[in-house]
């Protein structure tokens, strides 16, 4: 089945420290597959954007939100969210207040039409997640530090096991929490990464 994930970049129009936020819809905006918001940010602003976009009749405009952490430029508007659009919050961490469900690593959600995979990537916080669909090879990392370019790094095997386990996937598109999404060598700079970051960790030894 050709499923195609619209995912829609939600840019604020306040000069505030924000996150990107990332609305994804099913190809055809049916009933049955949810409006999902990766990360709220936290610039007000985009309540009214959302307000009006195309999301599909007889839908509410978000249905779920997926935070990919609990740091504030990602979830600061969650209360100002939930009162407009009074969505599902989904997370990783226990300890935010207004989520719904607890996630675990190796859940599986739907997502606009397809599925999402979410996966454990302990480094920037002890509650950071990505986000991968399979079908389109796209991955939703928040601030977790896929693209690693020096050897000099901190990390530890945990997060080496999570990197390792993303790089097994067919990999896209990566979208980021800030900065425009990759799309291109995303497998081939995730590789790189790997090999920085296992040399970081053995110069942490030695």
């Not at 009074?86 to 997502?111: C, N, Q, T, W």
């Not at 389109?136 to 990392?141: A, K, P, S, T, Y």
């Not at 693209?147 to 790094?153: E, N």
Request: net charge negative.
């Amino acid at each position: 089945m050709g499923v195609a994930l619209k995912i829609i970049p939600v840019m604020g129009k306040h000069n505030i420290y924000s996150s990107n936020v990332y609305l994804v819809l099913g190809e055809w905006k049916r009933i049955e597959d949810p409006n999902t918001l990766v990360d709220v940010g936290n610039d007000p602003s985009i309540i009214d954007i959302i307000e009006n976009m195309n999301t599909g009749i007889g839908k509410n405009k978000v249905e779920q939100v997926i935070l990919t952490h609990s740091h504030s430029d990602h979830t600061g508007i969650l209360p100002l969210i939930k009162a407009a659009f009074h969505p599902r919050i989904y997370a990783f961490s226990p300890f935010m207040e207004g989520v719904d469900h607890v996630l675990k690593h190796g859940d599986m959600l739907r997502v606009g039409d397809g599925m999402i995979e979410v996966i454990h990537t302990p480094c920037h916080t002890d509650d950071s997640i990505c986000l991968y669909n399979k079908d389109q090879g796209d991955l939703f990392v928040g601030d977790t530090p896929v693209i690693i370019q020096s050897v000099d790094g901190v990390y530890d095997d945990n997060f080496y096991l999570a990197m390792k386990s993303l790089c097994s996937r067919d990999i896209q598109t990566i979208y980021f929490g800030h900065g425009a999404p990759l799309s291109r060598n995303a497998q081939d700079l995730l590789q790189a990464s790997l090999q920085n970051l296992r040399k970081s960790l053995k110069n942490k030894k030695e």
